[in-house]
């Protein structure tokens, strides 16, 4: 069974109506003593890196979460579920040095969108829409998956891997890490939700793991 978090920060029907259709047994857990029922977890989200934290922190599901991955089970964030995964966000960030805390899964950080280009262009911030992936290392998630798929993003913060776990990348003003993979964890800063047939079958992907 594949439980789906709900903090209170996701857009957790899409997530659940899109694994149904690949056949999955899914399911939205409205408490952290649900995961003990779940095979694999879907860590989704929409919004902003402190709040997400929060809302974690607060309804006692952070911990839970940690110790799932440390039992070598399947988690699939998205979107800010992704990012949440990481060691820290410059986001609401109460100054530079300081960064907001995340669950420490994954070593690195969360940066936002330089606005101003070296060419002096600007870039428009969130990348919000249709942008093409570029795989960096084989990664079952992405498998039957072609080279320069496109998929759906909205964010205007990406993560920084402090190693490999960087699976795929999508280029907004310059190279961003839009997949990562490391050990029993997975995830995409993009929607599979969102983007039709490749992310179906991503998340179909998931469900064979």
Same mark, same amino acid.
């Given at each position: 069974?594949?439980?789906?978090?709900?903090?209170?920060?996701?857009? #957790?029907?899409?997530?659940?109506?899109?694994?149904?259709?690949?056949?999955?047994?899914?399911?939205?857990?409205?408490?952290?003593?649900?995961?003990v029922?779940?095979?694999?977890?879907?860590?989704?989200?929409?919004?902003?890196?402190?709040?997400?934290?929060?809302?974690?922190?607060?309804?006692?599901?952070?911990?839970?979460?940690?110790?799932?991955?440390?039992?070598?089970?399947?988690?699939?964030?998205?979107? #800010?579920?992704?990012?949440?995964?990481?060691?820290?966000?410059?986001?609401?960030?109460?100054?530079?040095?300081?960064?907001?805390?995340?669950?420490?899964? %994954?070593?690195?950080?969360?940066?936002?969108?330089?606005?101003?280009?070296?060419d002096?262009?600007?870039?428009?911030?969130?990348?919000?829409?249709?942008?093409?992936?570029?795989?960096?290392?084989?990664?079952?998630? %992405?498998?039957?998956?072609?080279?320069?798929?496109?998929?759906?993003?909205?964010?205007? $913060? $990406?993560?920084?891997?402090?190693?490999?776990?960087?699976?795929?990348?999508?280029? $907004?003003?310059?190279?961003?890490?839009?997949?990562?993979?490391?050990s029993?964890?997975w995830?995409?800063?993009?929607?599979?939700?969102?983007?039709?047939?490749?992310?179906?079958?991503?998340?179909?992907?998931?469900?064979?793991?």
């Open positions: 069974m594949i439980g789906i978090i709900d903090y209170g920060m996701g857009n #957790l029907r899409s997530v659940e109506k899109a694994l149904l259709r690949v056949g999955a047994d899914a399911t939205i857990l409205r408490s952290p003593s649900d995961i029922s779940a095979d694999k977890l879907v860590l989704p989200g929409v919004g902003a890196f402190a709040d997400g934290m929060t809302h974690l922190n607060e309804r006692g599901w952070s911990d839970p979460i940690r110790r799932f991955i440390e039992q070598d089970k399947p988690l699939l964030g998205i979107c #800010l579920g992704m990012q949440l995964l990481f060691d820290a966000s410059e986001e609401d960030a109460p100054s530079p040095g300081q960064p907001v805390a995340g669950l420490g899964v %994954l070593p690195g950080k969360v940066v936002r969108f330089c606005e101003q280009q070296a002096g262009s600007r870039l428009k911030v969130p990348h919000m829409g249709w942008n093409t992936i570029t795989w960096q290392r084989d990664d079952p998630l %992405l498998a039957n998956v072609d080279q320069g798929a496109a998929v759906y993003f909205v964010h205007g $913060y $990406y993560c920084q891997p402090a190693n490999d776990a960087a699976s795929a990348t999508a280029d $907004y003003g310059s190279p961003f890490c839009a997949s990562i993979w490391q029993n964890v995830a995409t800063q993009f929607h599979p939700e969102k983007s039709q047939r490749i992310g179906l079958q991503l998340l179909e992907n998931f469900v064979r793991l």
